[in-house]
C-alpha cells in the first residue's frame, strides 16, 4: 500500500475545499427597490437582493432588460446596459459561481430572447441564452458579460457556462476585453447588444 505523506494529503484537500462551487437565489422584482424611472414607465432601474452583501442590479427599457451584480460605481450603473437586439427578459434565477473563499465572482443567468420572426404574442418563440457576468468588487466596480452559451443548441450548456465564468471572469477588463460565444449558436440566440462605460470607469 502506497503512503501519500501528510503534507502532500494537506495540499490536496486544501486544493479540493478551494474548488469553485455554485450558489443559487431568486431576484423578486416585488421586493427590489426602484431608483430610477421614467414617467411613461418605458425604462426602469431597480436594485434587488443578490448573494451575500452583492447585490443585483435590474434595468429595462424598451422590452430589453440588463444585469449587474456587485457594488458597481454609479458611472456604470448610469452608464451600463448589457441585452440582446430582440425583445428580451432574463429569468429570476442566479447561478453565482463562487471562489475558495465563498465570494462571488461570476454569475449565470438564462436570457429568453424572442425571435424577431414572430410577432404575435400567443405564437412568438424564445431562443434561451445562459449569460455569464462578471460580480464587481469594491477595488473593481464594474460588472459586464463575460460569454453567452445557446443553451438550446447545447446539451452541456450549464456546464460550458461555469467554465467561462471559472477560466474567463478573473482578469477580465470591463469595457476592453470582448465576451464571446461557447459551444454552437443556433438561429434563435439573438444579437447581444451592449452600452459600457469606457474602461476604467
Not at 425604462?43 to 440588463?66: H, N, W
Not at 461570476?106 to 412568438?124: C, G, K, L, Y
Request: with cysteine; net charge negative; charged share 25%.
Amino acid at each position: 500500500m502506497r503512503v501519500v505523506p501528510l503534507f502532500l494529503a494537506a495540499t490536496f484537500y486544501a486544493a479540493t475545499a478551494q474548488a469553485n462551487e455554485s450558489a443559487y437565489t431568486d431576484r423578486n422584482l416585488d421586493a427590489c427597490k426602484t431608483l430610477a424611472k421614467e414617467e411613461e414607465g418605458e425604462s426602469i432601474t431597480m436594485k434587488c437582493a443578490g448573494y451575500g452583501k452583492a447585490p443585483v442590479y435590474f434595468k429595462e427599457g424598451d422590452l430589453r432588460q440588463s444585469q449587474a451584480y456587485g457594488p458597481i460605481s454609479k458611472d456604470w450603473l448610469d452608464g451600463a446596459f448589457e441585452t440582446f437586439g430582440p425583445f428580451n427578459h432574463t429569468n429570476a434565477k442566479i447561478e453565482w459561481r463562487l471562489d475558495g473563499d465563498g465570494a462571488p465572482f461570476a454569475t449565470v443567468v438564462r436570457w429568453f430572447v424572442a425571435d424577431p420572426e414572430t410577432t404575435s404574442d400567443a405564437d412568438t418563440r424564445y431562443g434561451q441564452v445562459l449569460v455569464v457576468s462578471t460580480v464587481a468588487t469594491t477595488d473593481n466596480p464594474t460588472s459586464c458579460v463575460v460569454g453567452y452559451v445557446d443553451a438550446l443548441e447545447n446539451k452541456d450548456a450549464n456546464m460550458l457556462a461555469r467554465q467561462i465564468a471559472d477560466k474567463e471572469a478573473d482578469g477580465f477588463t470591463c469595457g476592453q476585453d470582448e465576451p464571446q460565444w461557447q459551444g454552437k449558436r443556433g438561429n434563435l440566440a439573438g444579437e447581444p447588444m451592449r452600452t459600457l462605460p469606457e474602461a476604467g470607469q
